[in-house]
């Protein structure tokens, strides 16, 4: 299960609309599903988060997020986007404080009851990890950050956190 999300301000606008189209291989010119975030958005519009929930056909295997927008032929026509993404969701598993490894790159997470429940209440913790303080410091040098890194996960971006501190 996939959710595109992002928020979105209009100003004399025609419309204005965040959508995904799946493709089937990186060159086709066909999409093979396309869902767009909502109806097309007009007028004037403060910021208004949405979202749209969906799965993906079996052979769609690239995708493109486009950001749209029709002015109204007036000098003044603008839309905003903000925070826009795609979240692919996980399977279901049972809760267990030690499962969530940190650092970790999650933005989201979801919580599920049994009962019919209007709303739930959770603590989160959030962990920063900073260097460790050792002879180094001392020694006019930056502080050693000993990390493993785990071999079997592929670092996608830069800014992914796959390390795990030692100390």
């Not at 303080?133 to 996608?156: C, E, F, H, M, N």
Request: contains cysteine; aromatic residues 14%.
């Amino acid at each position: 299960a996939f959710t595109l999300h992002g928020w979105i301000r209009t100003r004399d606008t025609v419309s204005a609309n965040i959508t995904i189209r799946c493709f089937s291989s990186r060159s086709s010119g066909y999409p093979v599903s396309t869902e767009s975030i909502t109806a097309d958005i007009s007028g004037n519009t403060d910021w208004q988060s949405f979202y749209k929930e969906f799965s993906l056909p079996s052979n769609a295997w690239y995708f493109d997020i486009r950001l749209s927008f029709t002015g109204s032929g007036s000098s003044r026509s603008k839309a905003f986007f903000d925070n826009v993404g795609l979240i692919q969701w996980e399977e279901w598993m049972p809760h267990d404080q030690n499962l969530i490894v940190h650092p970790n790159d999650f933005y989201w997470f979801q919580l599920r009851s049994s009962e019919g429940v209007k709303s739930i209440t959770c603590q989160i913790t959030e962990t920063s990890l900073t260097p460790t303080r050792d002879t180094q410091r001392k020694a006019g040098k930056p502080p050693a950050l000993p990390v493993v890194i785990y071999p079997t996960q592929s670092l996608q971006r830069a800014d992914q956190h796959q390390f795990r501190n030692l100390h």
